[in-house]
């Protein structure tokens, strides 16, 4: 009997909830790139090293890319 693949997929509420502060989780079609950020056996992160250009799907581990919409900073007033 074949699994049901949908069993296996984090549902987005809980994935972002996860997400560390200030970095959000690549969604499943999102391509990888240098910069992005995977989690170690620690559950910590460290920067992604491998090849770029790959879907995010494809990979085992969740990968994360800083969000700077959750930008913990100031806003700048115009001046």
């Given at each position: 009997?074949?699994?049901?693949?949908?069993?296996f997929?984090?549902?987005?509420?809980?994935?972002?909830?996860?997400?560390?502060?200030?970095?959000?989780?690549?969604?499943?079609?999102e391509?990888?790139?240098?910069?992005?950020?995977?989690?170690?056996?620690?559950?910590?992160?460290?920067?992604?090293?491998?090849?770029?250009?790959?879907?995010?799907?494809?990979?085992?581990?969740p990968?994360?890319?800083?969000?700077?919409?959750?930008?913990?900073g100031?806003?700048?007033?115009?001046?």
């Amino acid at each position: 009997m074949i699994p049901n693949q949908t069993s296996f997929i984090e549902p987005e509420a809980d994935a972002q909830a996860n997400a560390p502060k200030n970095f959000r989780r690549l969604e499943w079609n999102e391509l990888v790139s240098r910069g992005d950020f995977v989690e170690n056996e620690h559950q910590g992160l460290e920067p992604w090293e491998g090849p770029a250009g790959f879907r995010a799907d494809a990979f085992v581990k969740p990968i994360y890319r800083r969000d700077k919409s959750r930008s913990t900073g100031a806003a700048k007033k115009p001046s």
